[in-house]
């Protein structure tokens, strides 16, 4: 079944400094999403990735997909407190629609 | 502003009863999911429906049951629960094939006592 590794597991940051969070699949990625949580809610949908070599951004937030289509990255820039909290990717190795997910990143931002 | 919406932010259940968790939502998605999410474990898939009355086993499907008889509603049913369906329960939706990513509930905090 499709194995989805995230790195690192936590991460504690001074405010304005950049950090990268990775995602390594087992497999081929079909489709790779990128989620945030706060603590006890649910997801936020941040990026969808599909192509290889795709990157995309929004605001302070960049993920890229590999051009093998195994790895994908999370860069954060000027981190903020807002920031904080635990980044999940989810992966499709296929059509089907369900997606697997790995086990998060719990981000800190400190003052 | 679309949204999945789970009945009950927490829950607390004795052992042996039946629970059911409730998820709604209004986007016409055809896809809509049940996962649990446990520290260390991340999130787990399981039962997904791709469409009213079809219902398909995720990763983690024993100890629970699924019913969607309506296109916006999808209940997961904890038949007896037990202490180790302790868990975070989170909702989701989707269009075919994931376009424009996946929607999530706010998630239900389940303990069972």
């Known amino acids: 079944s499709q194995e989805l590794e995230q790195s690192p597991q936590s991460l504690i940051v001074q405010e304005g400094k950049n950090l990268t969070i990775n995602c390594t699949s087992s497999?081929?990625?079909?489709?790779l999403y990128w989620y945030k949580q706060k603590y006890g809610e649910g997801l936020i949908f941040l990026m969808m990735l599909q192509k290889g070599g795709e990157e995309k951004s929004h605001e302070k937030i960049t993920a890229k997909l590999d051009e093998k289509k195994q790895q994908s990255s999370l860069h954060i820039t000027a981190s903020q407190p807002s920031h904080a909290g635990i980044y999940l990717c989810g992966a499709s190795t296929g059509t089907a629609s369900k997606l697997t997910f790995g086990t998060g990143t719990r981000l800190q931002v400190t003052l | 502003d679309v949204k999945v919406t789970q009945s009950s932010r927490y829950l607390v259940k004795r052992t042996g009863e039946k629970v059911f968790l409730e998820c709604v939502q209004d986007?016409?998605?055809?896809?809509m999911f049940w996962y649990r999410q446990d520290p260390g474990l991340g999130l787990r898939l399981i039962y997904f429906?791709?469409?009213?009355?079809?219902?398909e086993k995720g990763d983690i499907p024993e100890g629970y049951s699924v019913s969607r008889e309506k296109k916006e509603r999808f209940s997961l049913i904890l038949e007896s629960a037990s202490t180790n369906q302790t868990s975070m329960y989170l909702c989701?939706?989707?269009?075919?094939?994931?376009?424009?990513?996946?929607?999530f509930g706010s998630g239900t905090r389940l303990t069972v006592v």
């Open positions: 497999k081929t990625l079909y489709g």
């Open positions: 429906s791709y469409d009213v009355k079809m219902k």
């Open positions: 989701a939706s989707s269009p075919p094939q994931g376009r424009s990513g996946y929607t």
């Open positions: 986007m016409d998605h055809e896809n």
